[in-house]
């Protein structure tokens, strides 16, 4: 083989053993694609060979964030928080879980840290949206 040419990887399919550094990346690219029922398929056997791997669970998250299986989501991004509490993108998508589930007093405290930490715009967006669901209304 050249050495200017890099092995390509190896395709996996769903269902399929990997190595969690395999099923991570075809879990990504599959979530990159919406196609979240394929990329559970990738994970789950690739979490129970590693339960504690925070990649797989951030995706596993993501995963059922796009299948709104919003209950699911949450319990790994709530254990993604407790773990890595400046992990900026596991605070949003736990506020956004929260607001999901209408639990807009639940959803702002994650969403502002995330805004703070990260800096970025839809963050702040997402606080302000929050923040004006929960003014109470003149009637």
């Not at 390509?8 to 969690?20: D, E, K, M, S, Y």
């Not at 797989?56 to 949450?74: D, H, P």
């Not at 998508?93 to 990260?118: F, I, Y």
């Amino acid at each position: 083989m050249d050495d200017d040419m890099l092995p390509t990887p190896p395709v996996v399919f769903p269902g399929q053993t990997t190595a969690p550094e395999s099923a991570f990346r075809t879990a990504y690219d599959l979530l990159e694609r919406r196609a979240a029922r394929e990329a559970l398929e990738v994970l789950e056997p690739a979490l129970e060979a590693d339960p504690d791997n925070a990649g797989l669970l951030t995706l596993r998250a993501w995963a059922y964030l796009i299948r709104v299986q919003l209950q699911r989501a949450e319990a790994d991004l709530e254990r993604l928080v407790a773990d890595n509490p400046t992990d900026d993108w596991a605070q949003h998508a736990l506020g956004r879980c929260l607001e999901r589930q209408g639990r807009h007093a639940e959803a702002l405290p994650h969403l502002r840290l995330a805004a703070a930490m990260s800096g970025d715009w839809d963050h702040g967006l997402a606080v302000l949206r929050v923040a004006e669901r929960l003014k109470p209304t003149d009637e």
